[in-house]
T-cell receptor, first 114, second 116 residues
């Protein structure tokens, strides 16, 4: 299993540009989520999905869109990038069953918005 | 809403010594899970240890153990016999035990340095 994969690893954008961060998992996990990591603030939840066709907002959703058309993929879209979106982005996935199921994280995407 | 607080931005310890990282949380729920994640310079998030709130026994994983104090809402991580490979950011995280509630709430992180 490849686990959770993210592309690209690093991206530089200009203010106002759009882009999509890709996330895929091959573990048949129902739950997928996006976090951003900023210095001194830990990881904060942007959006999440409990299954194909179902998404919901997390703690910091403004400026980001998501969709979940398949179980495997959960892309994160920035429609008009802003410098405040400079961050490291992590995708994670897990089973939705009860219990402390492990969340598996991707390697992260570092985004710089100029 | 739940919150997680790590009050130690940085910690350092001599190799082979023991270090304890602190974490407190706030919740009105009675059933939940707590986790410690390690993030080395590679940025990969690695699960270190987890604790179910309904279990009174503290979790242990080799050199890693926790001190879970439910009434005090405290969840500290003890690393024994520290090794150079333990150097990383450590994040404490909370998750509700409600069905389908997979969202993790993270603390701010503690950067651990191991001195040879």
């Amino acid at each position: 299993n490849a686990g959770v994969t993210q592309t690209p690893k690093f991206q530089v954008l200009k203010t106002g540009q759009s882009m999509t961060l890709q996330c895929a998992q091959d573990m048949n996990h129902e739950y997928m989520s996006w976090y951003r990591q900023d210095p001194g603030m830990g990881l904060r939840l942007i959006h999440y999905s409990v299954g194909a066709g179902i998404t919901d907002q997390g703690e910091v959703p403004n400026g980001y869109n998501v969709s979940r058309s398949t179980t495997e993929d959960f892309p994160l879209r920035l429609l008009s990038a802003a410098p405040s979106q400079t961050s490291v982005y992590f995708c994670a996935s897990s089973y939705s069953n009860p219990g402390p199921s492990t969340q598996y994280f991707g390697p992260g995407t570092r985004l710089l918005v100029l | 809403a739940q919150t997680v607080t790590q009050s130690q931005p940085e910690m350092s310890v001599q190799e082979a010594e023991t270090v304890t990282l602190s974490c407190t949380y706030d919740t009105s729920e009675s059933d939940y899970y707590l986790f410690w994640y390690k993030q080395p310079p590679s940025r990969q998030m690695i699960l270190v240890i987890r604790q179910e709130a309904y279990k009174q026994q503290n979790a242990t994983e080799n050199r890693f153990s926790v001190n879970f104090q439910k009434a005090a809402k405290s969840f500290s991580l003890k690393i024994s016999d520290s090794q150079l490979g333990d150097a990383a950011m450590y994040f404490c995280a909370y998750r509700s035990a409600n069905w389908g509630a997979q969202k993790l709430v993270f603390g701010q992180g503690t950067r651990l340095t191991i001195n040879p």
